[in-house]
């Protein structure tokens, strides 16, 4: 088993930025890619941006692209998303998860270990 922690949600202003943290158990953290997931109330859980095992590869949804950045320390066990200009519609549950499948990035049942979440609320 894995587990996830994710970290650093709350309340922010539109136009700020918020860093979240996404702790993850086990020594094999290296191993694996890692996402960003978030889910709005009422709405489908959407990909936010992706993280190969070296960091060399990332994938951005359009959406946050420009305002997102996603990185990892694989010493601390650790991936981060720094959230930048913040909008009102991404208020959300932000949710870290590690991908186990190879095709599909974006798609939420290419994750196999997910985090309770975090809450990120932006007021306007």
């Known amino acids: 088993q894995v587990q996830l922690v994710e970290s650093g949600g709350g309340l922010v202003q539109a136009g700020g930025s918020l860093r979240l943290s996404c702790a993850a158990s086990g020594r094999t953290f290296s191993s694996y890619a890692m996402g960003w997931f978030r889910q709005a109330p009422g709405k489908e859980r959407e990909f936010v941006a992706v993280i190969n095992w070296s960091g060399g590869s990332i994938y951005y949804a359009d959406s946050v692209k420009g305002r997102f950045t996603i990185s990892r320390d694989n010493g601390k066990n650790t991936v981060y998303l720094q959230m930048n200009s913040l909008k009102p519609e991404e208020r959300a549950v932000y949710y870290c998860?590690?991908?186990?499948?190879?095709?599909?990035?974006?798609?939420?049942?290419?994750?196999?270990?997910w985090g309770q979440g975090t809450q990120v609320t932006v007021s306007s």
């Open positions: 998860a590690r991908r186990r499948g190879n095709s599909y990035y974006t798609r939420a049942y290419e994750y196999d270990y």
